[in-house]
């Protein structure tokens, strides 16, 4: 007879997050008790959402605008303003959290019941890439966790303007064919899919690593001559060498989760008028930084480690050049150059 413990087939069908969340702090503390918890809303969150929009064209609110902007002045999608308030309801309830911020709101969003006890703040992206969702393409949800700092009686929240080396946790959550939840604590970054027969996130794999170069490239070319010259030169650069593959989704999480498998870089540069770009650097930007560089990747602006930058606002913007390695430095090689050109 087979012994059920022995198999480890058995053993990863039964690794769920919150058991596995467990297993990378190697501890019942008290902390990998609210760290497992707080994975856990996240992860509650992600089911929430995946079943609004598995039900998209059936039931209403889920396709369309609200009419209304949020604080980037961009037009609310009606699931960005679902997805924020899941993500409210789901930690007011968590005891733990005291703050949430978001892309969509202009400023946090406090739990004062929570905030006595609770010393962690959630970062979000509640919906990335909601323009797919009506054409039923993929988009995801981004978030971090880092720990408040001082007592913020003002609620300016001024404590979250610092690097991405702050971030306790980080990762995202992709609503595909299927629903995939990627995670890291700091400890390697680890992908579960959603088994829906028992409302279970399970280990799909464990200690990603990005490939150190890979053959695609993903940006948006039609943005071509807003961008500034070294991207450009980038680009005329792939275009004349073989090997290389175009493949850009519109949808951040989209793009970011094959550039993590496959390898390859993703690009989102600012433009000659806006040099800033268009990513959130708190929602987006940075939490998947912290995720790539803890599966041997990096992540840059093309002219400083993306890790490293420090934010002026709690909606602050940065370019992104994301991916393996070596394509990376191949990006950043094209910054470096037109330096010198200049000087």
């Known amino acids: 007879m087979v012994n059920p413990t022995q198999s480890p087939s058995l053993d990863r069908d039964c690794t769920t997050l919150s058991r596995h969340v467990l297993q990378q702090l190697h501890s019942f503390s008290a902390e990998a008790q609210d760290l497992s918890a707080l994975m856990n809303r996240v992860a509650l969150a992600g089911k929430i959402i995946s079943r609004r929009l598995s039900r998209a064209g059936i039931v209403e609110g889920v396709l369309g605008f609200t009419g209304e902007t949020n604080v980037q002045g961009e037009s609310v999608k009606k699931m960005d303003v679902y997805a924020n308030d899941v993500f409210i309801s789901v930690f007011q309830q968590s005891g733990l959290v005291c703050r949430l911020a978001s892309e969509e709101m202009d400023k946090p969003y406090y739990i004062p019941e929570n905030c006595p006890i609770g010393r962690y703040t959630l970062l979000m992206d509640p919906i990335d890439g909601s323009s797919n969702i009506d054409t039923n393409l993929n988009v995801g949800s981004i978030f971090a966790i880092r720990q408040q700092e001082g007592d913020d009686v003002d609620q300016s929240a001024s404590d979250l303007l610092q690097n991405g080396h702050k971030q306790i ?10 629903t995939m939840l990627v995670y890291s604590l700091g400890n390697g970054v680890h992908s579960f899919t959603l088994d829906p027969s028992l409302g279970e996130f399970i280990l799909a794999e464990e200690n990603m690593k990005i490939p150190e170069q890979g053959s695609v490239y993903s940006l948006n070319e039609g943005n071509f001559w807003q961008w500034e010259e070294p991207i450009r030169n980038y680009v005329r650069y792939v275009h004349r060498q073989e090997g290389y593959s175009a493949r850009y989704g519109g949808a951040l999480v989209g793009d970011f989760h094959r550039i993590l498998q496959q390898g390859g870089v993703f690009l989102y540069p600012g433009t000659v008028n806006k040099p800033e770009g268009k990513l959130r650097l708190l929602y987006e930007s940075v939490p998947l930084a912290f995720l790539v560089e803890q599966a ?3 992540a840059s602006t093309g002219r400083q480690r ?7 606002k709690l909606h602050a913007r940065s370019p992104l050049i994301i991916g393996s390695p070596k394509d990376v430095a191949l990006v950043e090689s094209f910054y470096q150059e037109s330096s010198i050109a200049s000087e």
């Open 296 to 298: 041997g990747g990096q």
């Open 169 to 178: 946790a980080a990762g995202y959550i992709l609503y595909g064919a299927s």
């Open 306 to 312: 993306l890790m490293d930058v420090v934010p002026d």
